[in-house]
Nanobody, 118 residues
Framework: VQLQASGGGLVQTGGSLRLSCAAS????????IGWFRQAPGKEREFVSS????????DYADSVKDRFTISRDNTKNAAYLQMLSLKPEDTAVYYC????????????WGQGTLVTVSS
């Protein structure tokens, strides 16, 4: 059972990246997906989440209107499209899965580093 986050990298301010979260060993269709990030020296924070069928998404105020979360249950994957990136978006980004009816995210990916240069 594994979540694999990928797609991070180095980008200039104003650039874009698309993160992917792939699941193996279990089916994401029964899970909500969340993206979190942790910047150096800071606590991990919520970025975005999407429910199991992709009809509802939530965003942190800091990324609203710049980031878009999506999922493709046929591919057992979720995505985070990030536009207009800012240096303060620099962080390790993690995807996580929360099973329907269970509190908390039970599965976490290993993280992918996003660095936004000024």
């Amino acid at each position: 059972v594994q979540l694999q986050a990928s797609g991070g990298g180095l980008v200039q301010t104003g650039g874009s990246l698309r993160l992917s979260c792939a699941a193996s060993g279990f089916t994401l269709v029964n899970y909500a997906i969340g993206w979190f990030r942790q910047a150096p020296g800071k606590e991990r924070e919520f970025v975005s989440s999407i429910n199991q069928i992709g009809e509802r998404a939530d965003y942190a105020d800091s990324v609203k209107d710049r980031f878009t979360i999506s999922r493709d249950n046929t591919k057992n994957a979720a995505y985070l499209q990030m536009l207009s990136l800012k240096p303060e978006d620099t962080a390790v980004y993690y995807c996580a899965a929360q099973r329907i009816g269970i509190n908390g995210y039970g599965y976490w990916g290993q993280g992918t580093l996003v660095t936004v240069s000024s």
